[in-house]
Structure formats: structure tokens, C-alpha cells
């Protein structure tokens, strides 16, 4: 017989060596528990008639799916009965949702569904969370989280069964579930520096849309690697992170309608950028923003700010954040 370790069991040794507490499993265990639960009621989603829209709008302008609203129910429950986490900010909420304010631990962002235009085909969504941790040694001023200081962050992608983790100054983590439905067998990621496997992943449609010189960027630099877009950021992270390159979600600048340009990005800072910069800078990458600053810098100033985003392989961000800054 064959076993493979858990992510429990590798948790659980990671927590001891570093000398950690366990309220973090009892975090990660929800985080689990939820995934799974999205993952089923996705699976099963064309069959019972689910995956279409709900009549509302959410706080961003976007029309809401009903597996937004399950996704987003679906965290809420798990993360409540941990009884460990002071707030969160979920995509689907307008405001912070105080969770236990007085005694919790953890302060939660994530997007419980991402990648909502492949929602209807049933093809890869994701759920993506960034973990940051109260001031156990001063007074708590409740401030929204930087980057760079989250404890963790990661990324289920469904339904294909992946779970990719990563804590900070411990490196990024990928695990598959199994047959009895438990993710297992860590494998660290570490972005390939032979550029070969490299892929560019960006929203083509948009490129006359982009500042001038992100489009000359692209005219001489696209045709050395491949070109691979999902339209999930967790999906197309998830190959970046495997093969290397970058994936890239400029300001929208010179949309034909300037209604539709975009000078802020389009991707949320918190739940979205800041959780795959984290990822990425664990497994040896890096993320900008418009102005080539560090995304994992960036100190939110509202929750459900957004961002343009630049990360994967450290040669390909560095060389377009030297233009970015130019
Ligand atoms: P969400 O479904 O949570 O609103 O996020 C969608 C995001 C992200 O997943 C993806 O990278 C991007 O939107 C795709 O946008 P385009 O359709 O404009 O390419
Ligand atoms: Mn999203
Ligand atoms: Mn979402």
C-alpha cells in the first residue's frame, strides 16, 4: 500500500518545528472544510441549476452569481466555528464582517469564488484567502493588512481538486486531493528559472488598452514565450507558478469608451493580488503594481481596493517594472 502525507500531518509538523500554537490548524481545517463544500456544490452545479446569475449587484458593480452568494455563505459558516477570526473581508461582502472581535486571532480577506465567466461552463474556478495575525504584543488598531504582512495565503482551485498554500518565510506548498477527499502530498513550488516553460498570461482583448509602453513591452517581448489565459486568476497563477513567466492584469488606460478605462486595475489588492504576490514571492517571484512598486507594500487604505498586477518570474517582472517606472 501507498500512503501520502496529509496537509494536516504536514502542518502540524511545520507548527512544531517553528514552535507555533495550534489555533492555526483549527483556521486551516475551516479553510479546508470550505473549499470542499464549494467544491461540491460546484461540481454538481449544472446538474441542480446553480450556476447562473442572481439578480443583484455586489459592491463592486458586478452582477452577482448564485455560486458567489454559496461560496461566500460557505466560508462565513466554517470560519465562524473556529471562533479564531476577529473580521474578515470577503469579495461578496460590502462591508468588514466582524467575526469575533474580542478574542479571535486572525484577520481573513478572501474571494470565495474566482473567476466568475467560467462559472457557467463549469470549468476552473478558484477561492483565494490572505491570512494576517491581531498585534499579540500592543493594542489592536484593527488596520487592514499589507502584503507583507500576512502569516499566509493560498489558493483552492475548483474543481480540479488542487490546494497551493504558502507561510511566510516557509516557502509555497501544492497538494492534491485524494480519494477519501484529503488534500495531500506536499510538493514545494519553486518558479523554474529555465525560461523554456515560461507563458505570458494576460486578457489579449484588452492590450490596445494599455498604457503605451506595457504595448510596446508586449510587441517585443510576447513571442519568446508561450501565451496561455484562463480568465480565473487562481487557474492562471496556478500555471505560472508551475512553469514560470507572468501573468498580468494592467490599468486599462486608452479604452476606445474612457468610461471603461480601468487606471486603477481591475483585481482587488487584498483577496486577489496581494494573495498571489504572497504565494509568488514564497516560491522566489515577485509582484508590481502600475507604478512598479511591490504589491506586497502596498497598505490598503479601503478593503476592496484594486490594483494592476505584474507577478511571476523575477527577470520578467523586474525587467517590466524597470519600464513601469520609466
Ligand atoms: P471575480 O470572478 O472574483 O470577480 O474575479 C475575476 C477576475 C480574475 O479572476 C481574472 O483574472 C479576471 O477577473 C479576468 O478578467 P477579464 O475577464 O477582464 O479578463
Ligand atoms: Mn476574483
Ligand atoms: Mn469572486
Not at 38 to 59: C, F, P, S, W
Not at 242 to 247: A, D, I, K, P, W
Request: aromatic share 12%; glycine share 8%; hydrophobic share 40%.
Amino acid at each position: 500500500m501507498q500512503f501520502e502525507q496529509t496537509f494536516m500531518n504536514f502542518l502540524l509538523h511545520h507548527q512544531e518545528k517553528h514552535n507555533r500554537t495550534y489555533h492555526f490548524l483549527i483556521l486551516m481545517d475551516a479553510l479546508m472544510s470550505a473549499a470542499k463544500h464549494i467544491e461540491h456544490y460546484y461540481l454538481t452545479g449544472a446538474l441542480k441549476g446553480r450556476l447562473g446569475y442572481t439578480d443583484t449587484v455586489n459592491v463592486q458593480g458586478e452582477d452577482v452569481m448564485q455560486m458567489d452568494e454559496i461560496a461566500h455563505e460557505i466560508v462565513i459558516h466554517y470560519l465562524k466555528t473556529t471562533r479564531r477570526v476577529i473580521h474578515v473581508v470577503s469579495e461578496e461582502a460590502a462591508d468588514i464582517i466582524p467575526l469575533n472581535v474580542e478574542s479571535g486571532r486572525y484577520f481573513v480577506y478572501f474571494d470565495p469564488l474566482d473567476g466568475s465567466s467560467n462559472v457557467a461552463h463549469g470549468l476552473p474556478v478558484g477561492f483565494l484567502f490572505g491570512i494576517a495575525k491581531r498585534n499579540l504584543d500592543g493594542p489592536e488598531d484593527f488596520h487592514l493588512r499589507a502584503g507583507k504582512d500576512y502569516i499566509a495565503a493560498g489558493m483552492f482551485v475548483i474543481p480540479t481538486g488542487t490546494f497551493t498554500v504558502a507561510f511566510k518565510d516557509a516557502g509555497t506548498w501544492r497538494f492534491h486531493i485524494d480519494e477519501t477527499m484529503n488534500y495531500v502530498k506536499p510538493v514545494q513550488m519553486i518558479l523554474p528559472e529555465n525560461t523554456s516553460s515560461w507563458e505570458l498570461s494576460f486578457n489579449s482583448a484588452n492590450r490596445y488598452t494599455y498604457a503605451e509602453k506595457i504595448q510596446q513591452w508586449l510587441d517585443q517581448n510576447e513571442k519568446k514565450h508561450a501565451f496561455r489565459y484562463l480568465g480565473a486568476l487562481a487557474g492562471d497563477f496556478h500555471r505560472i507558478l508551475g512553469n514560470g513567466g507572468m501573468f498580468m492584469y494592467p490599468a486599462i488606460v486608452n479604452h476606445p469608451n474612457p468610461k471603461k478605462n480601468r487606471p486603477d486595475g481591475k483585481l482587488r489588492l487584498m483577496y486577489e493580488a496581494s494573495v498571489v504576490a504572497f504565494m509568488c514571492k514564497e516560491a522566489g517571484g515577485t509582484a508590481v503594481d502600475e507604478k512598479g512598486m511591490p504589491i506586497l507594500d502596498i497598505n490598503p487604505e479601503s478593503h476592496h481596493q484594486r490594483t494592476a498586477l505584474y507577478v511571476g518570474s523575477k527577470p520578467l517582472v523586474d525587467d517590466i517594472t524597470a519600464v513601469l517606472k520609466g
